[in-house]
């Protein structure tokens, strides 16, 4: 079987998407929508450039899926715009809207085999039967799914069927590419695979796509941007590494990986800002204006705290601490500790620090700099 760079490279001499590239992007103008008067999306705005891989991510229900189907016409917008280039599509039905969406069960014919699926969508726009057999093939070449194009959905696995669901998407020539968790039903190892050959796609043919997902490594992964949603609001978007070091509020910071939110009160707020951790005077990072006594977050990712030991140099702010709870994570060690058994600190110890021997009880002395938290306020 041939690579899936050699595919690329054939596909892309087939030229098929040059005709569709001419949208410079997606634009969402404040989408509201309510389900039996429960409001699931409440004026969301989003622009999305031309060719970029964007990635909705949340917690169920937080309006991510909704979205998605909005642009792809299979839910009426109760208010807003949605721009393809300088074209509103919102009110043209679904089979009108050049995008296609790649579901996460796949939603393949069960009695029409592997070819006939991906050809199902242009025969129904009444390509001819030679231009059809040439783009099914070039697409199933494309996903690694020629020699298996006589099988039917239930002769293959879950990985296979989902190359098929992509390469199905894809043969309609879509400006947008909409992909509703299409790897949660996939095991680990697979999925992975699955996201490095989908990024190695969308990055070739310079596709526009749209992801929805929970997962956050999955977006860190894939995206260009991600789009961090909660109860049907965008809270804040970027790329994966200013949401993971400069999130906007506690949610941001608690979805985008591990991290250790800790109640501080402000005990200086102007010549030399400092903080009070359960008893323990620290110095501050840089905060908006604020006022003495005022209760705010530290935020600290856990593998920005250390566990000091003798001839290690000092750290701007150190702590005592005791052991509460070890983990063995492979690549890394996890370590619960407790500030004066009232506050709870993460701590993730990597490389050779992964070595060293903590037992529940131990005593230990955490450090960590200034510039490696932040303060947040809601």
Not at 128 to 149: H, P, Q, Y
Not at 225 to 234: E, P, S, T, V, W
Not at 238 to 254: H, I, K, Q, S, T
Not at 317 to 332: C, H, L, T
């Amino acid at each position: 079987m041939r690579s899936v760079r050699e595919d690329l490279t054939r596909f892309e001499r087939s030229l098929i998407y040059l005709p569709s590239m001419s949208i410079s992007f997606l634009a969402l103008q404040n989408l509201s929508k309510s389900f039996s008067k429960t409001a699931v999306l409440k004026n969301l705005h989003l622009e999305i450039n031309q060719g970029e891989f964007t990635t909705l991510l949340g917690p169920s229900g937080c309006g991510k899926t909704t979205t998605l189907r909005l642009i792809a016409g299979l839910e009426a917008l109760d208010e807003g715009k949605i721009f393809l280039g300088a074209k509103e599509i919102q009110n043209l039905p679904a089979e009108k809207r050049p995008v296609n969406t790649v579901f996460q069960h796949y939603a393949l014919f069960p009695h029409l085999s592997v070819k006939e699926n991906v050809a199902f969508g242009l025969r129904l726009k009444g390509i001819s039967e030679n231009s059809t057999e040439k783009k099914v093939m070039e697409m199933l070449s494309l996903v690694g799914m020629e020699s298996l194009n006589s099988r039917m959905p239930s002769q293959l696995s879950g990985g296979q069927q989902q190359r098929v669901a992509l390469a199905r998407a894809l043969v309609m020539e879509p400006q947008v590419l909409l992909l509703d968790e299409p790897m949660a039903a996939l095991d680990v190892q697979l999925r992975r695979q699955m996201q490095n050959e989908l990024k190695s796609i969308q990055r070739r043919l310079g596709l526009t796509c749209i992801l929805v997902t929970h997962d956050q490594e999955e977006a860190m992964r894939l995206s260009d941007r991600i789009a961090i949603m909660h109860h049907g609001r965008l809270l804040q978007i970027g790329n994966a590494r200013n949401l993971y070091e400069e999130p906007a509020n506690r949610f941001c910071a608690n979805f985008m990986g591990r991290a250790n939110l800790l109640p501080v009160k402000v005990l200086e707020a102007e010549t030399h800002p400092s903080l009070l951790l359960d008893g323990h005077k620290i110095r501050a990072p840089k905060m908006r204006a604020v006022s003495e006594g005022e209760l705010v977050t530290l935020f600290l990712r856990p593998e920005h705290v250390r566990i000091l030991s003798p001839g290690l140099r000092s750290c701007d702010n150190e702590i005592d601490a005791s052991v509460k709870q070890v983990s063995f994570q492979g690549e890394s060690l996890r370590i619960y500790v407790t500030v004066n058994a009232e506050v709870e600190i993460e701590v993730s110890l990597s490389g050779s620090d992964t070595i060293r021997n903590f037992n529940p009880g131990d005593e230990v002395r955490l450090g960590w700099n200034v510039e490696q938290s932040r303060i947040l306020f809601d």
